[in-house]
C-alpha cells in the first residue's frame, strides 16, 4: 500500500426516496448513489479499514493507519439523512464542508441539521458562502469567501471549524494565506494523491468518488493502485483551466466531459 492517508471526497447521496439538488450533468457526475456508498463503506469495514475525519487524520502517524479520510463537499441534506446514519453503523467518522450560504435551501441542511450533525460527533468543515472559485477572486472577496463562513458556522455549531475545502479544487496562494490568518488548520482541494504526515496541510490532495464508480476500481484506490493515471489525467486539466480560465473550463467540462472524473 501506497504511504500515507487517502482522502476520499465526496458530494451528495442519491435514494430512491430522495431528489437531487442539482441535475445539472457537470453536478451529477459526482452524486453517488446510497446503496455505492453502502458498499464501498462495507468493504473498508470488513477489510480493517478505519474511517476518519480530518482532524482526526492529522494528529495521527498516517504512515502507521489502515485507514482512508472520508469528506462530504457542499452541505446537502442528504449528509445527516443518508450519509450520517450509514457512517454511524460501520463505526466511522467523516468531514462535511458546508457552504454556508447554503444553508435552509432546496436540497441542504439547514442550521439545526448542521448542529445535529456536529452533537453526533461529526466534523463540521467550511466549503465556502456561495461556492465561488477562489483563484477568480480579490482580496476582499476571498475573506467573503472563507473567513465569513467560518464565523457563521461557528455560531451555528458553538465550537471552532478548523478545516476549510476549496469550491471546484480552485484555489492561489492568496487563498491560502486568507485560510490561514482566518484560523483554519488545513484546506483540502481536488489534487490527486495522498497525504504523508509531512504533506502540506494548506495543500491536501483528495480524490472524487465518482457517481457509477465500480467496487473493483474504488478497491484498487483505497490499496494504493490507480493514482498515477489519475494524477496524469489531473495534470492536463489544469494546463486546461490555467488556459482557458474558469468560465470557459466549466462550460467546455460540461459539454465535453459527460462522466469526467476530475475537477
Known amino acids: 500500500m501506497s504511504r500515507g492517508l487517502l482522502y476520499l471526497m465526496y ?50 502517524d498516517s504512515a502507521a493507519q489502515k485507514a482512508v479520510v472520508i469528506t462530504f463537499d457542499d452541505g446537502t441534506a442528504t449528509d445527516l439523512t443518508v450519509a450520517a446514519p450509514m457512517l454511524k453503523e460501520f463505526g466511522f467518522s467523516a468531514t462535511f464542508y458546508t457552504t454556508s450560504g447554503f444553508l435552509g435551501k432546496r436540497g441542504y441542511l439547514n442550521p439545526a441539521q448542521v448542529r445535529e450533525l456536529c452533537q453526533l460527533g461529526f466534523e463540521i468543515g467550511c466549503h465556502s458562502r456561495t461556492h465561488r472559485f477562489l483563484n477568480d477572486l480579490p482580496l476582499a472577496e476571498l475573506e467573503q469567501e472563507i473567513d465569513r463562513p467560518k464565523r457563521e458556522l461557528e455560531a451555528i455549531i458553538g465550537s471552532s471549524v478548523e478545516h476549510y475545502s476549496c469550491p471546484g479544487g ?66 492536463l486539466l489544469q494546463g486546461l483551466k490555467s488556459i482557458l480560465g474558469n468560465s470557459v473550463y ?14
Open 11 to 60: 458530494h451528495e447521496l442519491e435514494t430512491s426516496r430522495s431528489t437531487v439538488s442539482n441535475n445539472q450533468p457537470g453536478y451529477l457526475r459526482y452524486v453517488v448513489r446510497a446503496d455505492d456508498f453502502r458498499d464501498q463503506l462495507a468493504w473498508l469495514k470488513a477489510n480493517g479499514f478505519s474511517g476518519l475525519a480530518v482532524g482526526e487524520a492529522l494528529r495521527l
Open 170 to 235: 480552485r484555489w492561489n496562494q492568496a487563498a491560502l494565506e486568507v485560510a490561514k490568518r482566518a484560523g483554519y488548520k488545513s484546506v483540502a482541494t481536488s489534487r490527486i494523491g495522498r497525504n504523508s504526515a509531512r504533506a502540506n496541510r494548506y495543500t491536501l490532495a483528495r480524490v472524487a468518488v465518482m457517481r457509477g464508480s465500480q467496487l473493483t476500481s474504488f478497491k484498487r484506490l483505497c490499496l494504493g493502485n490507480g493514482l498515477m493515471l489519475l494524477q496524469s489525467r489531473m495534470y
Open 250 to 263: 466549466e462550460r467546455w467540462r460540461s459539454a465535453a466531459l459527460p462522466h469526467s472524473d476530475s475537477q
